[in-house]
């Protein structure tokens, strides 16, 4: 939780820097966003690429590349004197970087716990937002004395500084199943699907709820602008937002161990799509208070639930590749949804369109979850 909740300012510190690096370089909010896009692509792939490398040399050393990447991003990036500069080193170096705290780090911890296997994905999920409720909150104070580029600069040296060896007191292999007739041994549990067919089936699920959750996460504090409340109250907001994903992850957890991933997959899908809405008619400043802490409390558990699905439903030697796959997917939904919500701002002048988008978007994840359901049931049934 820790080394994610260090390098989980990658995918946040973007967020922050939006309006200034737009007011900088003199672009328009489209291209504003690309930073962003760039950087949950590098992160998607990262997922995948960190991922298969787990599998075949187990965890430390993709960590410690990657740490290494992210931390120099950063220091780059405060280097940079344009744009596309700026958008090559969020991608490239930062997104990558970031990636191996994210589904790397849940796919590994999945196979250290057997009965409490939902808890320990979420625990660990919930360092990156741990990472927004903190990173978002701090860095716009450094911003307002010293600028954007000197917080970049110290933030690569905060995390070459502490990820490094936090990555190396985690040279343990972890063990890939546990010993038969061993308390609390899991079994992959049946479901009608070939593992191509559960993969696509995840990876539109995870495509449609992350282009969903993308508006409110990665536009906030530019809304807030607009709206006059300022970055601060914009910031104040996502860490709120990001806090409350927390708790969302940690009782998610705790319900998947009882009810099991897909029903509670199911339940915060379906109350991150009616919690969406609630920023269309509400956008008084207390109101978005509000929203943001409902909308966080929502949807926080609904990507580690797509992990623990993975290692129910297919074999643990695989855990590596397949989250990453699931994960790459949700990161890509993060990254289209981002742009896509700024460039329905460009062209309409508001974001209420964006916000009807989004939750279009939910709506396809929740008839891939629903399939889902019911094919797990059904084997679920012959299996009784």
Same mark, same amino acid.
Not at 305 to 326: L, N, T
């Given at each position: !939780?820790?080394?994610?909740?260090i /390098?989980? =300012?990658?995918?946040?510190?973007?967020?922050?820097?939006?309006?200034?690096?737009?007011?900088?370089?003199g672009?328009?909010?489209a291209?504003a966003? !690309? %930073?962003?896009?760039?950087?949950m692509?590098?992160f998607?792939?990262?997922?995948l690429?960190?991922g298969?490398?787990?599998?075949? !040399?187990? +965890?430390?050393?993709?960590a410690?590349t990657a740490?290494?990447?992210?931390?120099?991003? @950063?220091?780059?990036?405060s280097?940079?004197?344009?744009?596309?500069?700026?958008?090559?080193?969020?991608?490239?170096?930062?997104?990558?970087?970031?990636?191996a705290i @994210? *589904?790397?780090?849940?796919?590994?911890?999945? &196979?250290?716990?057997?009965?409490?296997?939902?808890?320990?994905v979420?625990?660990a999920?919930? /360092?990156? +937002?741990l990472?927004g409720?903190?990173?978002?909150?701090?860095?716009?104070?450094?911003?307002q004395s010293? /600028?954007?580029?000197?917080?970049?600069?110290?933030?690569?040296i905060?995390?070459?500084?502490?990820?490094v060896?936090?990555?190396?007191?985690?040279?343990?292999?972890?063990?890939? $199943?546990?010993?038969?007739?061993?308390?609390?041994?899991?079994?992959?549990?049946?479901?009608?699907?070939s593992?191509a067919?559960?993969?696509?089936?995840?990876?539109?699920?995870?495509?449609g709820?992350?282009?969903?959750?993308?508006?409110?996460?990665? &536009?906030?504090?530019? +809304?807030?602008?607009?709206? *006059?409340?300022?970055?601060?109250?914009?910031?104040?907001m996502?860490?709120?937002?990001?806090?409350?994903?927390?708790v969302?992850r940690?009782?998610?957890g705790f319900?998947?161990?009882?009810? *099991?991933?897909v029903?509670?997959?199911?339940?915060?899908? =379906?109350?991150?799509? #009616?919690? #969406? #809405?609630? +920023?269309?008619? @509400?956008d008084?400043l207390?109101s978005?208070?509000?929203v943001?802490?409902?909308?966080?409390?929502?949807? /926080?558990?609904?990507? %580690?639930?797509?992990?623990?699905?993975?290692r129910?439903?297919?074999?643990?030697?695989e855990?590596?590749?397949?989250v990453?796959?699931?994960?790459?997917?949700?990161?890509?939904g993060?990254?289209v949804?981002g742009?896509?919500s700024?460039?329905?701002?460009d062209?309409?002048?508001?974001?209420a369109?964006?916000f009807?988008?989004?939750t $279009?978007?939910? #709506?396809?994840?929740?008839?891939a979850?629903?399939l889902l !359901?019911?094919?797990?049931?059904?084997?679920?049934?012959?299996?009784?």
């Amino acid at each position: !939780m820790l080394l994610a909740t260090i /390098g989980g =300012v990658g995918m946040w510190a973007v967020v922050v820097v939006l309006p200034a690096v737009q007011a900088e370089f003199g672009v328009d909010r489209a291209a504003a966003s !690309m %930073p962003y896009a760039a950087t949950m692509v590098g992160f998607a792939l990262g997922n995948l690429l960190v991922g298969r490398a787990i599998d075949r !040399m187990g +965890y430390w050393i993709p960590a410690l590349t990657a740490s290494i990447a992210l931390g120099a991003g @950063f220091l780059l990036a405060s280097l940079t004197t344009s744009i596309l500069g700026f958008t090559l080193a969020q991608g490239l170096l930062i997104g990558v970087g970031t990636s191996a705290i @994210f *589904g790397p780090l849940i796919a590994d911890i999945s &196979h250290w716990f057997n009965r409490r296997r939902g808890v320990a994905v979420t625990a660990a999920a919930s /360092g990156s +937002y741990l990472a927004g409720a903190i990173w978002p909150t701090a860095m716009p104070y450094v911003m307002q004395s010293e /600028g954007w580029r000197f917080t970049y600069a110290a933030i690569g040296i905060v995390c070459l500084a502490t990820m490094v060896p936090l990555v190396l007191l985690l040279r343990r292999g972890a063990p890939l $199943a546990a010993a038969p007739g061993s308390p609390g041994r899991r079994l992959v549990q049946p479901i009608s699907l070939s593992p191509a067919a559960l993969q696509v089936l995840l990876v539109v699920a995870g495509f449609g709820c992350c282009m969903a959750m993308s508006m409110p996460q990665v &536009h906030i504090v530019a +809304y807030c602008m607009d709206l *006059g409340y300022g970055v601060a109250r914009g910031a104040d907001m996502l860490s709120i937002m990001l806090a409350a994903g927390v708790v969302s992850r940690l009782a998610s957890g705790f319900l998947a161990d009882r009810i *099991g991933a897909v029903k509670t997959l199911l339940i915060g899908s =379906v109350l991150q799509c #009616l919690s #969406l #809405l609630f +920023y269309i008619p @509400f956008d008084g400043l207390a109101s978005l208070y509000v929203v943001s802490l409902v909308f966080g409390l929502s949807q /926080g558990g609904i990507v %580690p639930c797509y992990a623990i699905i993975v290692r129910d439903y297919m074999p643990a030697k695989e855990a590596g590749q397949r989250v990453g796959i699931v994960m790459m997917a949700t990161i890509f939904g993060m990254a289209v949804g981002g742009w896509m919500s700024g460039w329905i701002y460009d062209l309409t002048g508001s974001y209420a369109a964006a916000f009807l988008n989004g939750t $279009a978007w939910n #709506l396809v994840n929740l008839v891939a979850v629903g399939l889902l !359901m019911w094919k797990a049931r059904r084997s679920a049934m012959a299996m009784a």
